[in-house]
């Protein structure tokens, strides 16, 4: 059983930066690929940006491109993704959700993957 536990949510000003984690251990399949989304109240949960296991290949939604960077490391047996957000909007205003797949392949859509985190929320003033 996979868990990912996120951090580094809070409240910023537009134009301001915030780096959220996800820590994933109890993994034991081979490869996966790891994602990030984002809901806002009374919206769908949207797809973000994700990536493959080893992180060479990366896939950002249109509405984040430039701005947001993925991320993954690791060290010894722990493995941590990261979203690097940059020049944050008000929009960008969501609960932030990491998710992994048990598939190396890229996708965009939340009902292929497998496990989630609990969610870190992330709060731009204009």
């Known amino acids: 059983q996979v868990q990912l536990v996120e951090s580094g949510g809070g409240l910023v000003q537009a134009g301001g930066s915030l780096r959220l984690s996800c820590a994933a251990s109890?993994?034991?399949?081979?490869?996966?690929?790891m994602g990030w989304f984002r809901q806002a109240p009374g919206k769908e949960r949207e797809f973000v940006a994700a990536l493959n296991w080893f992180g060479r290949r990366t896939y950002h939604a249109d509405s984040v491109k430039g701005r947001f960077t993925i991320t993954i490391s690791r060290d010894n047996a722990k493995t941590t993704m990261y979203l690097q957000m940059n020049s944050l909007k008000p929009e960008d205003t969501a609960v932030y959700y990491c998710a992994a797949a048990q598939d190396d392949r890229i996708t965009t859509n939340r009902d292929e993957y497998d496990y989630w985190g609990q969610g870190t929320q992330v709060t731009v003033s204009s």
């Open positions: 109890g993994h034991t399949f081979s490869s996966y690929a």
